[in-house]
């Protein structure tokens, strides 16, 4: 009798176990690069088991150089994506596609510019007296025009930036964009100097970037599913910056397995100390904080940079509807 009441026990608990599984919503997030450092908090979530209480199986479907999975979340083969810097959320706006950011985790882009050290390029007005900016494309469409009509830099001091770190570190004159959390330690360790590091959103670069969108049938028809996603991930961001995130690191590692533990370290570490996850509003509102005043700032600079037409509705890029709650903020150590 016994026995029975063990394997009736038994049986219950393993079906109780497959219901459970089976009530998780399954959900793809597309990232816009390999996995690394800065998609942390999305690696934390998912490593120790905060989507789960949400009741979320995730998939991180990491992006790179021949992945398209901003044009994938849009037609509806991934659930969320995330985004750059808030000029990708307005220029969907201006196209009429209909996607829109909930949540953002970074505070802060972390874009920089690097110069070498004691050529009289040690702040950044000096950096309007090179002749050698090396920027890519993407980045004199986007960052440069800010600086061209914020802080009166120049068309003629740009040169083309390949990717490859060689020009900046044999020029002494030159300047280089980066991003914080990465490129200086590339500099350092290829060259054994640490470059002058400036960061953008110091200078009033405003956007809010490393964003969480979706498509707008999605916040209408499934805001449960939107709200829940947000709250882990944003959880999943306390976590990766003030607990234990080994586990979160060794899924990046999984992923990308060029990663290395001291690159992981490094961004990590910039992360904290350039305020660019946890700083700002989401002090008191949360991480993936939002405000409209903020978003009004950075869409009036890009009107001035000639990026986007003073009419243009940029307020239905983003909804605050999801953020601003305080989630997380208990974790904060």
Known sequence: MKLDAWIMGALAACLGGNALAQALTEVTFGTNWLAQGEHGGYYQALADGTYEKYGLKVTIVPGGPRASNRMLMTVGKLDFYMGGSMIQAFSAVEKDIPTVVVAAHFQKEPQILMSHPGQGLDTFADLKASSDILLSKDAVAT??????????FRDEQVKPFGFNPAPFITNKRAVQQGYVT?????????????????????YGFSTY???????????????DLVQRFVDASTIGWYNYLYGDNAKAKDLIKRDNPEMSDELLAYSHAKIKEYGIVDSGDAQTLGIGAMTDARMKDFFDKMVKAGLFKPDLDYRKAYTLQFVNKGVGLNLRK
């Not at 960052?143 to 009166?152: D, L, N, P, R, V």
């Not at 990465?182 to 110091?202: H, M, Q, W, Y």
Request: cysteine-free; overall charge negative; glycine content about 4%.
């Open 209 to 223: 970037s490393t964003t969480v969108e979706t498509r707008r049938e999605v916040v209408e028809k499934n805001p």
């Open 143 to 152: 960052f440069f025009q800010w600086m061209k009509a914020e802080h009166g």
């Open 182 to 202: 990465s490129e200086p330690l590339t500099i350092e360790k290829a060259a054994g100097f640490r470059p002058n590091v400036f960061l953008l959103a110091d």
